[in-house]
């Protein structure tokens, strides 16, 4: 587990830990305003992020050494975002989250024009998040940002309606992430899409903005039979076909751990493992 897991954590991984998604850290004005901020940035930003990564991408190397190092540093001290595989997705609905709301993807509507309900506002206690976020979603579509269409899909769900709707994203291919709003709140689970996701449209142009989960995946190569369907469910590129062995294998140091290869392995020979501190630091290469 990383510093944050210790420092917030108790002994759990950050995102088990009841206490972070507490009624006191919701009620925080700035819990408030972060939100506002998220929905508003996302939405009107959107149609400007191709060009942002493409100017980080021309920077010099320097430039974006440092940017890096700024934003992992930044990850590192309050881990706004972490990926997470379906194990630990059960895990939160039956350990930790009492209360869902199904709630408009704000990425998905400043890529798209259509903010499908794709996210999930989640808690411990229910009342204060859930107004909050119905709140604000109300403010967004008063400013023009959201429309009526986006919030028809606003709906409370149970924890295990929410888990047989996360079940079906796994196999549509959608990548889960887990997120805080003013750390250490937590507040938001979505399932991502490369296209339209902020957070994986800049961490495929290289920029570091993402943590990985905390497993990773390796190829039983015994099971293996070669087909590589796997290869191209993979969204980070982490997965490549040895001819020469006739099988696949995962790169360690660009596996996030999200776990989608399996949804396509019909001989089930991608398994999860623990992330180990010898393990080699995560990364997706820079641009050329």
């Known amino acids: 587990m990383c510093d ?12 088990l830990q009841a206490r972070n998604y507490s009624r006191e850290l919701a009620s925080s004005p700035r819990v408030k305003q972060r939100l506002k901020h998220v929905i508003r940035t996302t939405v009107d930003g959107a149609p400007g992020f191709d060009r942002k990564i493409r100017a980080f991408q021309r920077a010099p190397r320097a430039v974006r050494w440092l940017v890096n190092a700024y934003t992992a540093a930044d990850l590192r001290r309050n881990h706004h975002g972490q990926v997470l595989p379906i194990e630990e997705v059960r895990r939160l609905f039956t350990e930790v989250v009492t209360s869902v709301t199904r709630v408009p993807c704000v990425c998905r509507k400043g890529a798209t024009g259509r903010g499908e309900a794709y996210c999930m506002a989640i808690t411990t206690t229910p009342g204060t998040w859930d107004e909050t976020c119905r709140q604000v979603l109300f403010e967004s579509l008063q400013e023009g940002r959201l429309d009526g269409a986006d919030l028809k899909g606003v709906e409370t769900l149970s924890p295990a309606e929410a888990l047989d709707l996360c079940e079906r994203f796994d196999r549509q291919g959608l990548v889960h992430t887990v997120w805080t709003f003013r750390s250490p709140f937590i507040g938001g689970l979505c399932h991502c899409e490369g296209r339209t996701c902020a957070a994986l449209r800049f961490l495929s142009g ?7 989960a905390e497993t990773r995946m390796v190829v039983d190569s015994d099971l293996c039979a070669g087909c590589a369907e796997c290869v191209g469910r993979c ?11 006739g099988g696949v294998s995962v790169d360690p140091r660009r596996c996030f751990g999200c776990g989608l290869c399996r949804t396509v392995c019909p001989e089930g020979a991608l ?8 393990d080699p630091p995560v990364f997706l290469p820079g641009p050329a």
Do not use: I, N, T
């Open 271 to 278: 398994l999860p493992v623990l992330r180990r501190p010898e």
């Open 4 to 15: 944050f897991c210790h420092q917030h954590g108790e002994g759990k991984v950050w995102y």
């Open 235 to 245: 969204p980070f590129g982490a997965l490549s076909f040895d001819a020469s062995k």
């Open 206 to 212: 290289g920029l570091d903005v993402l943590s990985p």
